[in-house]
C-alpha cells in the first residue's frame, strides 16, 4: 500500500515538474517574441554602452591632465570620435561600398569558369547574397543617424553622469544588495572594460598588418578585405581566424599568384599580435569559452540579426563573467561562515 502511495506521489511530482517546464518554456516564447519588438531599443542601449566604456579612458585623462570638469573632457573626446567617425563614412564608405559591388559583379564569372557544379553555384548564391544584403543593412540614412545620435547622446550622458546614475541605482537596491552590487560594479569596469578595449586594439592591428601586406603585393580591393579582416577579429577566440578570409578571397579572384606568400605573412602578424602583443595587453582580461561565443552568435542574431549577433558577444560574455564572480564571491563567504 506504502509502495503504491509513493509510486504514485512520485509521478505526481514528475507530472507537475514537466508541466512547470512546458509553462516555462510558454513564458520564454512570448517574453522572446515580446523581446523582439524592442531590438532597436536594445541594440542603442548596448552600443552606448560599448561606446562609454570605450571613451571613458581618454575623457578622465583629459579630466586630469588638463585640470577640466569632466562635462569639457567628455565634449572634446566626442568631438574627436564625431569628426573621426565622419571621416571614416566620408572617405572609406563610399570606396568600400563600390568594391564590395565590384566582387559581387565578379564572383560569378569567376565561378563559372572555375566549375559549373550544382554545389559551386549553391555556394556563389549564398556568398552573393549575404554580401549584396550587407550593403543594405541601414534601412535609410535617416534611420541611421537617427540612431547614431541617440547612440552618442546616451553614451555622453553614462560616462558624464555616471557617478549619479550609479548613485539613483545603489538608492533604488536594498542595502543587503550593494556588496554584490559593488563586485558586479568591479568586475565591469576591471574585467570586461579591459576585454572590450584589447579586442579593440586587435582589430586595428589586424586590420593595419592586413592592408600593409595587400598593398606590398598590389592585391586589388586591399581597403575592404582590411577593413572586413580588422572587424572580424573584435570576435573573441574565432577572430584571428575569421580575419584571414577577406584577404585569402581577394587573392583567390585577382592575385592567385601571391596568396601563399600574403597569408605566410599574415599568419606571422597573428603570432606577433595575439602571442607576443596579446599577452601583455589582456591584463585582467576575461576569456570566453567557444560555446559561449557561438551561442552569444545565436542569441544576438535571432534578437536583432548581423548587428545583434556582434553586440550579444560582450553582453553575454560579461554575464557569464559576473555570474562566474559571484558565484566564487558566495562559495567564499559560506566557507568563511
Keep these: 500500500m506504502m509502495d503504491a502511495i509513493k509510486q504514485q506521489v512520485s509521478s505526481t511530482k514528475l507530472l507537475v515538474t514537466l508541466l512547470i517546464l512546458a509553462v516555462g518554456l510558454y513564458l520564454f516564447q512570448n517574453v522572446w517574441a515580446f523581446l523582439g519588438n524592442f531590438s532597436d531599443v536594445f541594440i542603442i542601449m548596448i552600443s552606448a554602452w560599448l561606446i562609454s566604456f570605450i571613451l571613458e579612458p581618454p ?8 585640470h577640466i570638469k569632466k562635462i569639457f573632457a567628455a565634449t572634446i573626446v566626442y568631438l574627436i570620435f564625431i569628426g573621426i567617425i565622419t571621416t ?39 556568398v552573393t547574397g549575404n554580401i549584396s544584403n550587407s550593403l543594405v543593412v541601414i534601412p535609410s540614412v535617416a534611420n541611421f543617424l537617427l540612431y547614431f545620435i541617440l547612440t552618442i ?7 558624464v553622469d555616471k557617478e549619479t546614475i550609479l548613485r539613483e541605482l545603489y538608492n533604488l537596491a536594498p542595502t543587503s544588495w550593494h556588496k554584490e552590487m559593488r563586485l558586479v560594479q ?5 574585467t570586461f572594460a579591459s576585454f572590450l578595449r584589447v579586442q579593440l586594439v586587435f582589430g586595428v592591428l589586424s586590420g593595419v598588418t592586413t592592408w600593409i601586406v595587400l598593398m606590398i603585393f598590389h592585391v586589388e580591393f586591399a581597403l575592404t578585405a582590411a577593413i572586413v579582416a580588422g572587424l572580424l577579429t573584435i570576435v573573441p577566440l574565432l577572430g584571428p581566424a575569421l580575419a584571414l578570409i577577406p584577404p585569402v578571397v581577394v587573392c583567390l579572384l585577382f592575385a592567385s599568384s601571391v596568396i601563399i606568400p600574403v597569408l605566410l605573412l599574415l599568419l606571422i602578424a597573428e603570432q606577433i599580435i595575439f602571442n607576443v602583443i596579446g599577452p601583455k595587453l ?21 534578437l536583432a540579426g ?24 558566495l562559495m567564499h563567504t559560506e566557507s568563511v561562515k
Design 59 to 66: 575623457v578622465d585623462y583629459l579630466t586630469r591632465m588638463l
Design 282 to 302: 589582456l591584463g585582467n582580461a576575461f576569456n570566453l569559452h567557444p560555446i559561449i561565443v557561438l551561442l552569444s552568435f545565436v542569441v544576438g542574431f535571432k
Design 88 to 126: 571614416f563614412i566620408i572617405y572609406f564608405i563610399p570606396t568600400i561600398t563600390s568594391q564590395v559591388e565590384a566582387i559581387v559583379t565578379f564572383l560569378p564569372k569567376y565561378v563559372g569558369s572555375a566549375a559549373s557544379s550544382t554545389f559551386s553555384n549553391k555556394l556563389l548564391d549564398f
Design 153 to 159: 547622446i546616451i553614451s555622453f550622458y553614462l560616462i
Design 186 to 190: 568591479d568586475v565591469i569596469e576591471s
Design 306 to 329: 548581423n548587428i545583434g549577433a556582434l553586440l550579444a558577444i560582450p553582453v553575454l560574455g560579461i554575464l557569464v563573467v559576473v555570474a562566474h564572480r559571484l558565484w566564487k564571491h
